[in-house]
């Protein structure tokens, strides 16, 4: 009788999973299909696209700019993210409610309303010009650049950092701390060798969610940026638009893929020891 429920409950499972299945196989697993059949068939059959994107230097530094950049963006939202959640873990139950609507008002806003207001703070003769000559620091125009870029991502990404981070945080015990303490442990030793360790779940989660979006991200760099400093999205958003090359464009969406599961599969690899002998100190613990 028991296995009969269970096939029963199985089965009901599997049905209601059907429509999102059949979303995702629609809108995402389609059209990537599509795009890689094009890449591959246009306008010859071959890997000639792939080795166009490979064998061209222009592309070549887009791809390494776009992968420096979103692991500059990565690093830097994690910096900023990190205490932000821990200190969530440590306020009252009012305080925590302001701090994650801080976190979530940004979405709230129109991503337009909020790159646009960056181009207003970044541009020559805005805030952020003002304020850093008031310090003594002259001529500093963030936008067309790299480094605008990359501040207006960080604020974009930042609750994709914060949110994982802080679930994460919400289950450790405190009282570790406490234990390693009582064994003699500073509290900033303590920190490091036991919160730290337990925290990496939700590291690895907002590091891979912060680094994917950020690979692929169109409207900030388009706005903010400079085809001079093009990232990747951009020179396939031209290749579609512009040049209507759809081959050319899949091929450099495929090796940047590529790039970017070889990236994820090695941060797993090295965030897993890491989770697991946190899990085992907890548990001796």
Known sequence: MTAVLRTRRTGSATWLLLPAAAVVLVFFFYPLAAILWRSFTEPGFGVGNYLAVLGDEVQIRVILRTLRTALIITV??????????????????????????????????????????????????GVIEKALAAIGVDGVVLLGSVAGVTVAMVQVMLPFMVLPLHSSMTGIDRGLLHAAGSLGASRPVAFLRVYVPLS????????????????????TPALLGTPQQALAAQVIGTQVNDLLDFAGAGALGAILLVITLVVLAVLSRVAAPLGAGATGGADRG
């Open 76 to 125: 830097a939202t994690l910096i900023v993210a990190y205490p932000y959640a821990y200190a969530m873990t440590l306020v009252g139950r009012r305080a925590r409610t302001v701090l994650t609507l801080l976190v979530l008002m940004p979405f709230w806003t129109s991503v337009m309303a909020r790159n646009f207001a960056w181009y207003v703070l970044e541009q020559r003769g």
């Open 200 to 219: 990496m779940p939700g590291v690895l989660a907002g590091v891979s969610v912060v680094f994917i979006m950020s690979l692929g991200f169109y409207i």
